[in-house]
Protein backbone atom coordinates (compact mmCIF):
# COMPACT_ATOMS: atom_id res chain seq x y z
CA UNK A 1 0.00 0.00 0.00
CA UNK A 2 1.42 3.36 -0.71
CA UNK A 3 1.71 5.68 2.25
CA UNK A 4 -1.00 8.13 0.70
CA UNK A 5 -3.51 5.00 0.30
CA UNK A 6 -2.51 3.75 4.05
CA UNK A 7 -2.76 7.63 5.76
CA UNK A 8 -7.00 7.49 3.79
CA UNK A 9 -6.76 4.12 5.18
CA UNK A 10 -5.80 4.49 8.50
CA UNK A 11 -8.08 7.79 8.69
CA UNK A 12 -11.55 6.04 7.12
CA UNK A 13 -10.92 2.78 10.02
CA UNK A 14 -10.33 5.40 12.32
CA UNK A 15 -13.98 6.84 11.49
CA UNK A 16 -15.72 3.35 11.39
CA UNK A 17 -13.91 1.92 14.96
CA UNK A 18 -15.30 5.93 16.10
CA UNK A 19 -18.49 5.35 15.08
CA UNK A 20 -18.81 1.23 16.44
CA UNK A 21 -17.90 2.78 19.68
CA UNK A 22 -20.04 5.04 19.67
CA UNK A 23 -22.69 2.94 18.52
CA UNK A 24 -21.93 0.33 21.35
CA UNK A 25 -21.83 3.00 23.46
CA UNK A 26 -25.48 4.15 22.47
CA UNK A 27 -27.23 0.93 22.24
CA UNK A 28 -25.27 -1.27 24.68
CA UNK A 29 -23.43 0.51 27.21
CA UNK A 30 -26.44 3.16 27.60
CA UNK A 31 -29.38 1.62 26.67
CA UNK A 32 -32.65 3.28 27.30
CA UNK A 33 -34.89 2.02 29.69
CA UNK A 34 -38.96 2.46 30.24
CA UNK A 35 -38.85 3.30 34.05
CA UNK A 36 -36.17 5.69 35.41
CA UNK A 37 -34.36 5.01 38.46
CA UNK A 38 -34.99 8.53 40.31
CA UNK A 39 -38.84 8.79 41.55
CA UNK A 40 -38.32 12.78 40.37
CA UNK A 41 -37.94 11.79 36.58
CA UNK A 42 -41.01 9.06 36.71
CA UNK A 43 -42.83 12.46 38.15
CA UNK A 44 -42.04 14.51 35.33
CA UNK A 45 -42.27 11.30 32.61
CA UNK A 46 -45.29 10.42 33.91
CA UNK A 47 -47.14 13.49 34.02
CA UNK A 48 -47.25 14.60 30.61
CA UNK A 49 -50.11 15.48 29.05
CA UNK A 50 -51.05 17.44 32.67
CA UNK A 51 -52.49 20.86 31.68
CA UNK A 52 -50.07 23.95 33.36
CA UNK A 53 -47.61 21.94 35.27
CA UNK A 54 -45.23 24.02 37.36
CA UNK A 55 -42.13 22.08 37.18
CA UNK A 56 -39.25 23.02 39.52
CA UNK A 57 -35.34 22.01 38.54
CA UNK A 58 -32.21 22.61 39.94
CA UNK A 59 -30.20 20.53 42.40
CA UNK A 60 -31.43 19.30 45.61
CA UNK A 61 -31.80 22.50 47.20
CA UNK A 62 -35.58 22.43 45.91
CA UNK A 63 -36.32 19.21 47.12
CA UNK A 64 -34.98 20.69 50.80
CA UNK A 65 -36.39 24.10 50.05
CA UNK A 66 -40.16 23.90 48.89
CA UNK A 67 -43.10 22.71 49.52
CA UNK A 68 -45.09 21.64 46.64
CA UNK A 69 -48.96 21.70 48.83
CA UNK A 70 -48.45 25.59 49.66
CA UNK A 71 -47.30 26.18 45.99
CA UNK A 72 -50.58 23.94 45.09
CA UNK A 73 -52.84 25.81 47.03
CA UNK A 74 -51.57 28.95 46.01
CA UNK A 75 -51.33 28.66 42.63
CA UNK A 76 -54.49 26.01 41.84
CA UNK A 77 -52.01 24.09 39.44
CA UNK A 78 -50.23 20.68 39.83
CA UNK A 79 -46.42 21.10 40.93
CA UNK A 80 -43.62 18.91 40.54
CA UNK A 81 -40.07 19.12 41.72
CA UNK A 82 -37.88 16.98 39.33
CA UNK A 83 -34.71 18.46 40.72
CA UNK A 84 -31.84 16.07 42.19
CA UNK A 85 -27.86 16.59 42.86
CA UNK A 86 -26.34 19.88 41.60
CA UNK A 87 -23.30 17.68 40.43
CA UNK A 88 -25.33 16.59 37.43
CA UNK A 89 -24.80 18.65 34.52
CA UNK A 90 -27.51 21.63 33.80
CA UNK A 91 -27.42 21.24 29.82
CA UNK A 92 -28.17 17.29 30.04
CA UNK A 93 -31.33 18.63 32.88
CA UNK A 94 -32.38 20.94 30.05
CA UNK A 95 -32.52 18.20 26.96
CA UNK A 96 -34.50 16.42 29.26
CA UNK A 97 -37.02 18.63 30.34
CA UNK A 98 -37.64 19.60 26.78
CA UNK A 99 -38.59 16.30 25.86
CA UNK A 100 -41.48 16.25 28.70
CA UNK A 101 -42.29 19.91 29.00
CA UNK A 102 -45.53 21.48 27.08
CA UNK A 103 -46.45 24.71 25.82
CA UNK A 104 -48.41 26.12 28.98
CA UNK A 105 -46.05 24.40 31.51
CA UNK A 106 -44.22 26.70 33.39
CA UNK A 107 -40.79 26.05 34.45
CA UNK A 108 -39.01 27.30 37.78
CA UNK A 109 -35.26 27.12 38.54
CA UNK A 110 -33.42 28.24 41.69
CA UNK A 111 -30.19 26.94 40.73
CA UNK A 112 -27.32 26.48 42.88
CA UNK A 113 -24.40 29.03 42.30
CA UNK A 114 -21.87 26.45 40.72
CA UNK A 115 -24.51 26.15 37.82
CA UNK A 116 -23.55 29.67 37.23
CA UNK A 117 -19.69 28.78 36.33
CA UNK A 118 -19.55 25.09 35.77
CA UNK A 119 -17.57 24.08 32.90
CA UNK A 120 -17.48 21.02 30.84
CA UNK A 121 -16.24 18.87 32.92
CA UNK A 122 -18.24 16.71 33.95
CA UNK A 123 -18.46 14.77 37.71
CA UNK A 124 -17.31 11.44 38.45
CA UNK A 125 -20.61 11.08 40.17
CA UNK A 126 -22.70 11.59 37.26
CA UNK A 127 -20.43 9.77 34.55
CA UNK A 128 -20.70 6.72 36.60
CA UNK A 129 -24.10 6.50 37.31
CA UNK A 130 -25.30 7.32 33.70
CA UNK A 131 -23.77 3.58 32.91
CA UNK A 132 -24.18 1.95 36.11
CA UNK A 133 -25.57 -1.48 36.87
CA UNK A 134 -29.27 -0.17 37.50
CA UNK A 135 -28.32 2.48 34.69
CA UNK A 136 -29.78 4.83 37.02
CA UNK A 137 -29.60 8.50 34.96
CA UNK A 138 -29.99 7.26 31.73
CA UNK A 139 -32.57 9.18 30.82
CA UNK A 140 -29.91 12.33 30.78
CA UNK A 141 -27.98 10.70 28.16
CA UNK A 142 -30.71 9.60 25.74
CA UNK A 143 -32.20 12.97 25.61
CA UNK A 144 -29.35 14.10 24.36
CA UNK A 145 -29.32 14.89 20.47
CA UNK A 146 -26.56 13.09 18.21
CA UNK A 147 -24.06 15.89 18.42
CA UNK A 148 -24.06 15.84 21.87
CA UNK A 149 -24.14 12.31 22.58
CA UNK A 150 -21.25 12.47 20.08
CA UNK A 151 -19.12 15.40 22.25
CA UNK A 152 -20.28 12.91 25.68
CA UNK A 153 -19.09 9.87 24.10
CA UNK A 154 -15.76 11.19 22.67
CA UNK A 155 -15.12 14.13 25.08
CA UNK A 156 -16.45 13.08 28.78
CA UNK A 157 -17.45 9.52 29.21
CA UNK A 158 -14.64 7.60 30.58
CA UNK A 159 -13.35 4.46 28.34
CA UNK A 160 -13.34 2.19 31.90
CA UNK A 161 -17.00 2.92 32.34
CA UNK A 162 -17.92 1.51 28.58
CA UNK A 163 -15.36 -1.18 29.00
CA UNK A 164 -16.72 -2.52 32.47
CA UNK A 165 -19.85 -2.74 30.89
CA UNK A 166 -19.10 -4.49 27.83
CA UNK A 167 -16.75 -6.81 29.51
CA UNK A 168 -19.52 -7.57 32.33
CA UNK A 169 -23.01 -6.98 30.78
CA UNK A 170 -25.66 -6.46 32.44
CA UNK A 171 -29.24 -9.17 33.19
CA UNK A 172 -31.64 -7.23 31.44
CA UNK A 173 -34.32 -9.74 33.45
CA UNK A 174 -32.92 -8.57 36.73
CA UNK A 175 -33.20 -4.49 35.68
CA UNK A 176 -36.77 -5.41 34.98
CA UNK A 177 -37.66 -6.92 38.11
CA UNK A 178 -36.16 -3.82 39.90
CA UNK A 179 -38.07 -2.11 37.60
CA UNK A 180 -40.94 -3.70 38.84
CA UNK A 181 -40.20 -2.83 42.31
CA UNK A 182 -39.83 0.58 42.04
CA UNK A 183 -42.68 1.03 40.33
CA UNK A 184 -44.78 -0.39 43.50
CA UNK A 185 -42.91 1.70 45.56
CA UNK A 186 -43.56 4.84 43.08
CA UNK A 187 -47.07 4.31 43.47
CA UNK A 188 -47.12 4.07 47.48
CA UNK A 189 -45.21 7.23 47.20
CA UNK A 190 -48.00 8.92 44.88
CA UNK A 191 -50.91 8.01 47.54
CA UNK A 192 -49.43 9.57 50.45
CA UNK A 193 -50.44 12.73 48.86
CA UNK A 194 -47.41 14.60 50.38
CA UNK A 195 -44.87 16.94 50.09
CA UNK A 196 -42.19 13.80 49.53
CA UNK A 197 -44.98 12.56 47.16
CA UNK A 198 -43.93 15.43 44.59
CA UNK A 199 -40.56 15.03 44.78
CA UNK A 200 -39.94 17.03 47.80
CA UNK A 201 -38.72 16.40 51.64
CA UNK A 202 -40.80 15.95 54.95
CA UNK A 203 -37.59 15.73 57.38
CA UNK A 204 -37.09 18.03 60.37
CA UNK A 205 -34.64 15.93 61.86
CA UNK A 206 -31.17 14.58 59.75
CA UNK A 207 -28.57 12.10 61.68
CA UNK A 208 -25.75 13.38 60.41
CA UNK A 209 -23.76 16.35 58.41
CA UNK A 210 -22.88 16.12 55.20
CA UNK A 211 -18.85 15.80 55.98
CA UNK A 212 -18.25 18.25 53.67
CA UNK A 213 -20.46 21.07 54.70
CA UNK A 214 -19.31 19.95 58.36
CA UNK A 215 -15.75 20.92 57.48
CA UNK A 216 -16.36 24.19 55.05
CA UNK A 217 -17.95 27.52 56.46
CA UNK A 218 -20.58 27.95 54.04
CA UNK A 219 -19.56 30.40 52.05
CA UNK A 220 -16.51 28.16 51.01
CA UNK A 221 -19.01 25.08 50.64
CA UNK A 222 -21.96 27.49 48.39
CA UNK A 223 -19.45 30.11 47.41
CA UNK A 224 -15.93 28.07 46.53
CA UNK A 225 -16.18 30.19 43.28
CA UNK A 226 -16.17 32.80 45.45
CA UNK A 227 -13.17 33.34 47.70
CA UNK A 228 -9.86 32.63 46.00
CA UNK A 229 -9.88 33.97 42.74
CA UNK A 230 -12.09 36.86 43.24
CA UNK A 231 -15.17 38.02 41.64
CA UNK A 232 -16.64 34.94 39.52
CA UNK A 233 -17.23 35.28 35.92
CA UNK A 234 -20.54 33.57 34.18
CA UNK A 235 -19.03 30.39 32.32
CA UNK A 236 -19.51 30.17 28.58
CA UNK A 237 -21.87 26.49 29.41
CA UNK A 238 -24.25 28.44 31.21
CA UNK A 239 -24.46 30.94 28.56
CA UNK A 240 -25.13 28.62 25.97
CA UNK A 241 -27.89 27.06 28.32
CA UNK A 242 -29.46 29.80 28.26
CA UNK A 243 -29.56 29.40 24.73
CA UNK A 244 -31.30 26.41 25.43
CA UNK A 245 -33.86 28.08 27.83
CA UNK A 246 -34.81 30.36 24.73
CA UNK A 247 -35.84 27.31 22.67
CA UNK A 248 -38.16 25.83 25.30
CA UNK A 249 -39.72 29.63 25.73
CA UNK A 250 -39.97 29.76 22.34
CA UNK A 251 -41.88 26.51 22.61
CA UNK A 252 -44.63 28.63 25.11
CA UNK A 253 -42.81 27.47 28.24
CA UNK A 254 -42.72 29.70 30.90
CA UNK A 255 -39.23 30.16 32.83
CA UNK A 256 -38.55 32.00 35.76
CA UNK A 257 -35.07 31.88 37.87
CA UNK A 258 -34.56 32.19 41.20
CA UNK A 259 -32.07 32.02 44.35
CA UNK A 260 -31.00 29.20 45.68
CA UNK A 261 -32.24 28.08 49.21
CA UNK A 262 -29.32 28.22 51.97
CA UNK A 263 -29.23 27.91 55.95
CA UNK A 264 -26.81 28.93 58.28
CA UNK A 265 -24.93 26.39 60.64
CA UNK A 266 -24.59 27.06 63.68
CA UNK A 267 -20.57 27.20 63.51
CA UNK A 268 -21.11 29.55 60.08
CA UNK A 269 -23.54 31.70 58.62
CA UNK A 270 -23.89 32.01 54.76
CA UNK A 271 -23.02 35.10 52.83
CA UNK A 272 -21.17 36.17 55.56
CA UNK A 273 -17.79 36.73 54.89
CA UNK A 274 -16.82 40.26 54.19
CA UNK A 275 -14.47 39.77 50.99
CA UNK A 276 -17.02 37.00 49.42
CA UNK A 277 -19.87 39.55 50.18
CA UNK A 278 -19.35 41.79 47.80
CA UNK A 279 -17.78 39.22 44.91
CA UNK A 280 -21.01 37.30 45.30
CA UNK A 281 -23.37 40.57 45.08
CA UNK A 282 -20.69 41.53 42.05
CA UNK A 283 -21.43 38.41 40.34
CA UNK A 284 -25.26 38.15 41.00
CA UNK A 285 -25.86 41.33 39.46
CA UNK A 286 -24.19 39.65 36.52
CA UNK A 287 -26.69 36.94 36.82
CA UNK A 288 -29.35 38.88 36.93
CA UNK A 289 -27.93 40.91 33.60
CA UNK A 290 -27.66 37.79 31.58
CA UNK A 291 -30.37 36.24 32.53
CA UNK A 292 -32.54 39.39 31.57
CA UNK A 293 -30.73 39.68 28.16
CA UNK A 294 -31.96 36.69 27.24
CA UNK A 295 -35.39 37.37 28.30
CA UNK A 296 -36.46 35.88 31.27
CA UNK A 297 -37.41 37.16 34.63
CA UNK A 298 -35.04 36.15 37.72
CA UNK A 299 -37.96 36.00 40.97
CA UNK A 300 -36.65 37.41 44.63
CA UNK A 301 -33.61 38.58 46.04
CA UNK A 302 -30.88 36.56 47.66
CA UNK A 303 -31.68 37.10 51.34
CA UNK A 304 -35.14 35.87 50.61
CA UNK A 305 -34.01 32.27 50.31
CA UNK A 306 -31.25 32.55 52.70
CA UNK A 307 -32.39 31.04 56.21
CA UNK A 308 -31.29 30.73 59.91
CA UNK A 309 -29.07 28.07 61.43
CA UNK A 310 -32.74 26.71 62.63
CA UNK A 311 -33.31 25.54 59.38
CA UNK A 312 -30.46 23.59 58.88
CA UNK A 313 -30.52 19.92 57.93
CA UNK A 314 -27.98 18.51 56.83
CA UNK A 315 -26.06 20.53 54.21
CA UNK A 316 -26.23 24.33 53.83
CA UNK A 317 -27.99 23.67 50.51
CA UNK A 318 -30.70 21.81 52.09
CA UNK A 319 -33.83 23.14 54.70
CA UNK A 320 -36.42 21.21 57.17
CA UNK A 321 -39.44 20.64 56.05
CA UNK A 322 -40.80 23.38 58.36
CA UNK A 323 -38.41 26.21 56.32
CA UNK A 324 -38.78 24.70 53.14
CA UNK A 325 -42.52 26.00 53.45
CA UNK A 326 -41.63 29.40 54.57
CA UNK A 327 -39.37 29.36 52.38
CA UNK A 328 -41.86 28.75 49.59
CA UNK A 329 -44.15 31.67 51.32
CA UNK A 330 -41.40 33.55 50.63
CA UNK A 331 -41.13 32.71 47.12
CA UNK A 332 -44.76 33.43 46.55
CA UNK A 333 -44.57 36.63 47.92
CA UNK A 334 -41.91 37.40 45.51
CA UNK A 335 -43.74 36.44 42.87
CA UNK A 336 -46.80 38.65 43.53
CA UNK A 337 -44.27 41.69 43.86
CA UNK A 338 -42.76 40.71 40.56
CA UNK A 339 -46.73 41.04 39.32
CA UNK A 340 -46.64 37.27 38.34
CA UNK A 341 -49.11 35.73 38.30
CA UNK A 342 -49.74 31.77 36.92
CA UNK A 343 -53.16 31.68 35.67
CA UNK A 344 -55.31 28.73 36.64
CA UNK A 345 -55.03 25.15 35.26
CA UNK A 346 -58.12 22.97 34.24
CA UNK A 347 -55.58 20.43 35.78
CA UNK A 348 -55.32 19.99 39.55
CA UNK A 349 -52.67 18.24 41.59
CA UNK A 350 -55.45 14.95 41.68
CA UNK A 351 -55.33 14.95 38.11
CA UNK A 352 -51.55 15.01 38.40
CA UNK A 353 -51.70 11.79 40.84
CA UNK A 354 -54.20 9.80 38.40
CA UNK A 355 -51.98 10.56 35.84
CA UNK A 356 -48.69 9.36 37.34
CA UNK A 357 -50.51 6.17 38.82
CA UNK A 358 -51.73 5.19 35.10
CA UNK A 359 -48.66 5.68 33.61
CA UNK A 360 -47.46 3.03 36.59
CA UNK A 361 -49.75 0.57 36.28
CA UNK A 362 -49.32 0.62 32.48
CA UNK A 363 -46.00 -0.39 32.75
CA UNK A 364 -46.44 -2.99 34.83
CA UNK A 365 -48.76 -4.53 32.59
CA UNK A 366 -46.10 -3.73 29.89
CA UNK A 367 -43.51 -5.63 32.08
CA UNK A 368 -45.82 -8.27 32.41
CA UNK A 369 -47.25 -8.88 28.77
CA UNK A 370 -43.10 -8.98 28.27
CA UNK A 371 -42.80 -11.66 30.92
CA UNK A 372 -45.23 -14.16 29.23
CA UNK B 1 -3.30 23.05 50.46
CA UNK B 2 -5.86 25.20 49.75
CA UNK B 3 -7.98 22.71 52.03
CA UNK B 4 -5.72 23.32 55.20
CA UNK B 5 -5.63 27.00 53.93
CA UNK B 6 -9.24 27.10 54.31
CA UNK B 7 -8.94 26.30 58.13
CA UNK B 8 -6.22 27.96 59.61
CA UNK B 9 -6.71 27.90 63.41
CA UNK B 10 -9.66 25.29 63.20
CA UNK B 11 -8.50 22.79 65.55
CA UNK B 12 -12.13 20.60 65.64
CA UNK B 13 -11.53 19.04 62.17
CA UNK B 14 -11.87 15.23 62.74
CA UNK B 15 -9.69 12.80 60.65
CA UNK B 16 -12.44 11.99 58.33
CA UNK B 17 -12.92 15.59 57.35
CA UNK B 18 -9.41 16.17 56.51
CA UNK B 19 -9.54 13.36 54.24
CA UNK B 20 -12.52 14.46 52.70
CA UNK B 21 -10.38 18.00 52.33
CA UNK B 22 -7.31 16.60 50.42
CA UNK B 23 -9.63 14.35 48.26
CA UNK B 24 -11.06 17.77 47.69
CA UNK B 25 -7.81 19.67 47.41
CA UNK B 26 -5.24 17.70 45.75
CA UNK B 27 -3.38 20.44 43.89
CA UNK B 28 -2.63 24.30 45.22
CA UNK B 29 -5.08 26.46 43.24
CA UNK B 30 -7.83 27.74 41.21
CA UNK B 31 -6.08 26.38 38.20
CA UNK B 32 -6.85 22.89 38.55
CA UNK B 33 -10.17 23.73 38.25
CA UNK B 34 -10.45 25.21 34.68
CA UNK B 35 -12.87 23.81 32.66
CA UNK B 36 -11.21 20.69 31.00
CA UNK B 37 -7.63 21.08 32.13
CA UNK B 38 -7.50 18.50 33.77
CA UNK B 39 -9.16 16.38 30.64
CA UNK B 40 -6.03 17.52 28.65
CA UNK B 41 -3.10 17.21 30.83
CA UNK B 42 -4.60 13.54 30.98
CA UNK B 43 -4.39 13.02 27.34
CA UNK B 44 -1.35 14.62 26.69
CA UNK B 45 1.03 11.45 28.18
CA UNK B 46 -1.14 8.94 26.60
CA UNK B 47 -1.03 10.22 23.07
CA UNK B 48 2.78 10.70 23.62
CA UNK B 49 3.49 6.88 24.96
CA UNK B 50 1.03 6.04 22.02
CA UNK B 51 2.83 7.68 19.07
CA UNK B 52 6.18 6.50 20.44
CA UNK B 53 5.18 3.01 20.72
CA UNK B 54 4.04 2.87 17.08
CA UNK B 55 7.19 4.42 15.87
CA UNK B 56 9.01 2.13 17.45
CA UNK B 57 7.26 -0.76 16.39
CA UNK B 58 6.59 0.41 12.82
CA UNK B 59 9.53 2.71 11.96
CA UNK B 60 12.54 0.65 9.49
CA UNK B 61 15.40 2.32 8.42
CA UNK B 62 16.35 3.21 4.66
CA UNK B 63 18.18 -0.57 4.14
CA UNK B 64 14.90 -2.18 5.31
CA UNK B 65 13.05 -0.33 3.22
CA UNK B 66 14.84 -0.53 0.15
CA UNK B 67 15.40 -4.40 0.73
CA UNK B 68 12.13 -5.23 1.48
CA UNK B 69 9.94 -2.20 -0.40
CA UNK B 70 6.60 -1.15 1.29
CA UNK B 71 4.87 -3.47 2.84
CA UNK B 72 1.92 -1.66 4.91
CA UNK B 73 -1.31 -3.44 5.29
CA UNK B 74 -4.79 -2.22 6.29
CA UNK B 75 -3.71 -4.89 9.02
CA UNK B 76 -1.41 -1.86 9.78
CA UNK B 77 -3.88 0.91 9.21
CA UNK B 78 -6.11 -0.86 11.97
CA UNK B 79 -3.46 -0.91 14.29
CA UNK B 80 -2.67 2.67 14.41
CA UNK B 81 -6.11 3.86 13.79
CA UNK B 82 -7.23 1.83 16.56
CA UNK B 83 -4.62 2.61 19.05
CA UNK B 84 -5.22 6.23 18.15
CA UNK B 85 -8.57 6.32 19.24
CA UNK B 86 -7.82 4.28 22.05
CA UNK B 87 -5.52 6.62 23.10
CA UNK B 88 -7.99 9.05 22.86
CA UNK B 89 -10.70 7.33 24.74
CA UNK B 90 -8.11 6.28 27.39
CA UNK B 91 -7.49 9.96 27.92
CA UNK B 92 -10.95 10.92 29.01
CA UNK B 93 -11.70 11.43 32.54
CA UNK B 94 -13.60 12.72 35.00
CA UNK B 95 -13.53 15.57 36.85
CA UNK B 96 -13.52 15.47 40.77
CA UNK B 97 -13.05 19.17 40.62
CA UNK B 98 -14.20 20.68 43.80
CA UNK B 99 -17.17 22.40 42.37
CA UNK B 100 -18.46 18.44 41.28
CA UNK B 101 -17.66 16.95 44.49
CA UNK B 102 -20.43 18.05 46.64
CA UNK B 103 -23.03 15.96 47.75
CA UNK B 104 -26.35 18.30 46.89
Known amino acids: ?372 | MLGSMFFLGSATMSEEQSTVLEQLFPVTGPSHWVAGAGELVSIVPVLFITVFALVAFFARNSMEVSDKGDRYTVLNALCVSGSLLLALLMGISASSSVFLYFNF
Not at chain 1, 204 to 221: N, P, R, W
Open chain 1, 1 to 372: MRPSSFLCCCVLLFGALAALYAVLVDQWVIPERPTPVPYTQYLLQSTVGVAGRVVIESGSNSKYGIDVPTLVRHWQRPVVIVANQASYPLKHKLFNLKNHLEPGDTLILPLEWHYYVEGRDLAEVYTTRVADENLSLEFYFNALPILDKLEFVFTQFPFSSALSVLLEPRSYAELDDADVRRIDRFLRQLKNFDNASFGGNLKETSDSIDVVAAAMKCDQYVHTLAIPAGKAVLSDVFLSNLELLRVLADDGVSVYFMWPAVADREESACYALAQSRVHIEAFAADVVEAVTASGFRFVGDIEESHFGSQCFLDTYYHLTHSCAVKRTQAMLRAFEREGISLPRSAASQETLVERSTEFGMALKRRYAAERL
